[in-house]
């Protein structure tokens, strides 16, 4: 599962990053993951078949409201692992 993979390949350069799903009803629907490390929250989304990962990164107080869209769009879990931790980081 897509989900359990990205998780898997942050949690190896980031032990101790929390990580929640929000899975859909429908398989093809959209999915989320928040990454939680330190005080950074970066969210992760896609919606099967598409290869497109949406993520959104910093720290915002209104909940859910915060979220507006992604802020870069990436193609492949390597690719969206990368800038995961880098989001996560540039804090730290």
Known sequence: ???D???QRI???LPGVKAS???PADPTGQWFVDFRYDDSLV???WKPPAPDFGISGGT???GDQCFGGPDY???TVEEATKKIVAL???AA
């Open 1 to 3: 599962m897509i989900a």
């Open 5 to 7: 993979d990205l998780i």
């Open 11 to 13: 949690e190896q350069v």
């Open 21 to 23: 799903i929000d899975k």
């Open 43 to 45: 969210t992760v989304d």
């Open 60 to 62: 915002c107080e209104g």
């Open 73 to 75: 769009v990436v193609q």
């Open 88 to 90: 996560l980081t540039e």
